[in-house]
């Protein structure tokens, strides 16, 4: 069976995560980032709630995955990601930037408009999981 995260794509998101703290009252070992990238990638895939991730993958639980997904959400880890991988795509040329579309939401206004209050997610969990899984299908189509 193939790996979900194969040698090179780990060279890709390795740099972007961030150091583990430090422990200074010791505990538990720290599951480690690639074992829990890809019980992420696998419950995102396979459609199962983080509560239903089997520990023999050797990912940790679904809560490490869970927890590990927020952590990296707040350091901005799928933003950078997202930018690596648009680089390596449009070095590729793999880019059809003719079929490219500006969000007003995400870029700002040229003549500076006033900001709105924050939107009211519907869904959040749905929103976090479709950007998710969108770089998700990135991966598979860059690196498979």
Known sequence: MRPLIDDELWEAIAPLLPPEKPKPKGGRPRIP????????????????????????????????????????????????LHQVFLEKLGRAGEIDWSRASVDSATVAAKKGAKK?????????????????????????????
């Open 33 to 80: 980032d690639r074992a829990v990238l890809t019980g992420i990638l696998f419950i995102l895939r396979s459609g199962i709630s983080f509560e239903m991730l089997p520990r023999e993958m050797g990912c940790g639980s679904g809560m490490t995955c869970w927890r590990r997904l927020e952590e990296w959400q707040a350091n901005g880890v799928w933003k950078r």
């Open 116 to 144: 709105q209050g924050p939107t009211q997610p519907t869904r959040a969990n749905l929103a976090r999981n479709i950007i998710f899984l969108s770089i998700a299908t990135a991966f598979h189509s860059v690196w498979c």
